[in-house]
């Protein structure tokens, strides 16, 4: 079992920043990817970014070059910095885990923190 705990989430004016906090808890030993997942109104939750247990990094097309995920493998911690935000960028975004246990695949998500741009 694995906790996610999330901050940073706000309000931003389009151009500006905000930094997203996950931290990890539990079974953390077992935790293969770590990452950020959005959802806006309306539509499908979407990647923003993940980073799998050898160091890969994966961005949606959307946010490269904005976005830049970090990930701490000894504290547990992903965070992703937003930059040169945009009003499309408004979701609330949800931390994710990714468990490999037995050879079973479990996922788990935060609670979600709202990022809101306004133009």
């Known amino acids: 079992q694995v906790q996610l705990v999330e901050s940073g989430g706000g309000l931003v004016q389009a151009g500006g920043s905000l930094r997203l906090s996950c931290a990890a808890s539990g079974s953390t030993y077992s935790i293969n990817t770590m990452g950020w997942y959005r959802q806006a109104p309306g539509k499908q939750r979407e990647l923003v970014a993940t980073i799998n247990n050898g160091g890969s990094t994966v961005y949606a097309d959307s946010v490269k070059g904005r976005f830049t995920a970090s990930r701490d493998f000894a504290k547990n911690t992903v965070s992703l910095q937003m930059n040169g935000l945009k009003p499309e960028d408004t979701a609330v975004y949800y931390c994710?885990?990714?468990?490999?246990?037995?050879?079973?695949?479990?996922?788990?998500w935060g609670q979600g923190t709202q990022v809101t741009v306004s133009s």
């Open positions: 994710s885990a990714r468990q490999l246990t037995g050879l079973k695949l479990y996922d788990y």
